[in-house]
């Protein structure tokens, strides 16, 4: 899935990020960066993610900018 960052706090890796194509929020998971060449997320960057649900709750996950796929 594809989407721009709305908000990120790099202190605790929690953020939300506009779902396209509807540009539906999803709550961004603490450590979605993991394993990606990027630290923090900046609002209005454009990114590609993964959905996933835990309790009724839609998160980003697996996040990738750049050169990882975007």
């Known amino acids: 899935m594809q989407g721009v960052v709305q908000a990120y706090d790099p ?3 929690r953020g ?3 779902a396209e194509p509807d540009r ?3 709550d961004l998971r603490p450590g979605s960066l993991q394993g990606s060449i990027f630290a923090r997320l900046r609002p209005g960057q454009r990114i ?3 959905v ?8 980003a ?3 990738g900018v750049g050169s990882d796929g975007y």
């Open 48 to 50: 590609v993610f993964e």
């Open 52 to 59: 996933i649900e835990e309790g009724g709750t839609r998160f």
């Open 11 to 13: 202190a605790t890796g």
């Open 16 to 18: 939300v990020v506009l």
């Open 61 to 63: 996950a697996r996040v």
């Open 24 to 26: 539906s929020p999803i």
